[in-house]
């Protein structure tokens, strides 16, 4: 069995496939300077297979002759694929006997791509899953082994909804491997025509815009915190949203509509936005409280 991933949301599953006795070959990006001291730091992944004790491997890019042949050689019957980060190419997939599996932290054929959650809490959605699906070589296409649904809460931002997805998947696969090794798992082809994509967050989705309803603001920036954040400026300085609520006051779109004890709140097109968590430039996170308290925020200042 070999095991393809990096990200945090593929340790659980790692832990749920040892857990079951298994002792894949782990396939991890290499190392990369972290952002403080430029040290180089692994994957989520490669500390997980480090702690569990398995053959671990960092290609460059998995159309390295020497990978192939290195897959070839442990003649697996199924390649497992979670968060790994990158194209898979035909020549692995067509490897395993059993082919390839791969989880993804939503319902498909909802939210086929590389950002799924962070979607899915943008638009607003008060519910996603995992999938258990065989990869294809069209992205996110292929056959559904299995889903689990999961609740969105209100609070959840992409970094705690992706952590619940992760256990999720991580049960699922559990559940799910014996059936597919015995031969006895049941896929059935996606509903193609009800495809929606979720590719990745581009810089411009970054920026708020004050002309739109509070509610969307805030699941903007629900989806892009805690890896990324909402981007304004105030006073002429960058400031990062990361954590925002709506707030039935009125004012015009982009100016300080109330100071309240947990933040400054911002109109919007409607209502206003809170911002309860937020980074001025060069300076580390602080509450919506301390921001104003040490930035003398005041009613109808612009952002």
Not at 132 to 142: F, I, K, N, T
Not at 255 to 283: D, I
């Amino acid at each position: 069995m070999i095991f393809l991933g990096s990200s945090a949301f593929a340790v659980p599953s790692l832990q749920a496939v040892a857990e079951l006795g298994f002792h894949p070959l782990v396939i991890t990006k290499p190392d990369k300077p972290a952002r403080r001291g430029q040290k180089l730091t692994g994957t989520a992944l490669k500390e997980k297979a480090e702690e569990l004790q398995l053959s671990l491997l960092q290609p460059v890019s998995l159309k390295e002759p020497e990978l192939v042949e290195a897959m070839k050689k442990e003649n697996p019957e199924l390649i497992i694929s979670i968060a790994y980060g990158g194209y898979i190419p035909p020549e692995i997939l067509d490897i395993p006997k059993l082919g390839t599996i791969n989880l993804h932290p939503s319902l498909l054929p909802k939210y086929r791509g590389a950002a799924p959650v962070e979607r899915a809490l943008m638009a607003g959605e008060v519910k996603t899953g995992v999938t258990l699906a065989y990869v294809s070589p069209e992205w996110d296409a292929g056959d559904v082994l299995a889903q689990i649904d999961c609740a969105i809460n209100p609070e959840d931002d992409a970094g705690t909804l992706l952590a619940k997805l992760a256990e999720a998947g991580a049960s699922l696969l559990k559940k799910q491997l014996p059936l597919i090794l015995d031969g006895k798992a049941v896929a059935h082809p996606q509903d193609h025509p009800k495809a929606t994509m979720a590719p990745k967050i581009a810089e411009s989705e970054t920026w708020i815009d004050w002309q739109r309803p509070a509610q969307e603001l805030v699941n903007q920036v629900r989806g892009l915190s805690p890896h990324r954040a909402v981007q304004t400026r105030f006073r002429d300085k960058l400031l990062k949203i990361y954590k925002a609520a709506v707030v039935p006051v009125q004012g015009t779109p982009g100016f300080v509509a109330a100071v309240t004890p947990e933040g400054p709140a911002v109109a919007a097109k409607k209502e206003a936005v809170l911002l309860l968590k937020v980074k001025p430039e060069n300076r580390k996170e602080m509450s919506g409280r301390d921001f104003v308290n040490g930035y003398a925020i005041e009613e109808n200042k612009r952002f």
